[in-house]
T-cell receptor, first 108, second 114 residues
Framework: KQEVTQIPAALSVPEGENLVLNCSFT??????LQWFRQDPGKGLTSLLL?????REQTSGRLNASLDKSSGRSTLYIAASQPGDSATYLC???????FGTGTRLQVFP | DTAVSQTPKYLVTQMGNDKSIKCEQN?????MYWYKQDSKKFLKIMFS???????INETVPNRFSPKSPDKAHLNLHINSLELGDSAVYFC?????????????FGAGSRLTVL
């Protein structure tokens, strides 16, 4: 049974810091891994999708890596801003199993 | 234009009642999903439909019945509501059922059962 874990559960940093959010999964037989952002009271926004054959994806200040063999993915956020404050979730497919999330707060 | 819209956004009801949550997507996607987010913010898939056909049905009480009249709509009907059904329910859609498909989520429907 696939289990997805994210650490840390919460993170509070000053503006401008570079951040790493971690996601680990127990079954490496995945189709892809996605990183999402959830703002309070709102739905999820897909940030990055990494296919199982890829090792990383980049979008603006975000970079996500995938190491299937070790069951890990990291989301790197460069030069964090207060607008980055949200809960970040990773999810692995098949059947899109979500992690427990990391609640990020970036203070000015 | 809202890509995935859910109604109602908030729903407060008594135990034992029957209620429905509606979802519509205007993205032309073939696949739609219902997810439940519990009080610990953990998201869990409930159902998935591809072109009106049920393709994922996780361990969900049969009081929950999804209905897809067409591929742009996936409604969730819940019978005999229980306290434990209180959660935020998210609808989502994607181009296809798996693989390289990014999911687009609705804003969620917060259900409170009293």
């Amino acid at each position: 049974k696939q289990e997805v874990t994210q650490i840390p559960a919460a993170l509070s940093v000053p503006e401008g810091e570079n951040l790493v959010l971690n996601c680990s999964f127990t079954d490496s037989a995945i189709y892809n891994l996605q990183w999402f952002r959830q703002d309070p009271g709102k739905g999820l926004t897909s940030l990055l999708l990494i296919q199982s054959s890829q090792r990383e994806q980049t979008s603006g200040r975000l970079n996500a890596s995938l190491d299937k063999s070790s069951g890990r993915s990291t989301l790197y956020i460069a030069a964090s801003q207060p607008g980055d404050s949200a809960t970040y979730l990773c999810a692995v497919e098949r059947k899109l199993i979500f992690g427990t999330g990391t609640r990020l707060q970036v203070f000015p | 234009d809202t890509a995935v819209s859910q109604t109602p956004k908030y729903l407060v009801t008594q135990m034992g009642n029957d209620k429905s949550i509606k979802c519509e997507q205007n993205l032309g996607h073939d696949t739609m999903y219902w997810y439940k987010q519990d009080s610990k913010k953990f998201l869990k898939i409930m159902f998935s439909y591809n072109n009106k056909e049920l393709i994922i049905n996780e361990t969900v009480p049969n009081r929950f019945s999804p209905k897809s009249p067409d591929k742009a709509h996936l409604n969730l009907h819940i019978n005999s509501l229980e306290l434990g059904d209180s959660a935020v329910y998210f609808c989502a859609s994607s181009q296809g059922p798996s693989g390289a498909n990014v999911l687009t989520f609705g804003a969620g429907s917060r259900l409170t059962v009293l």
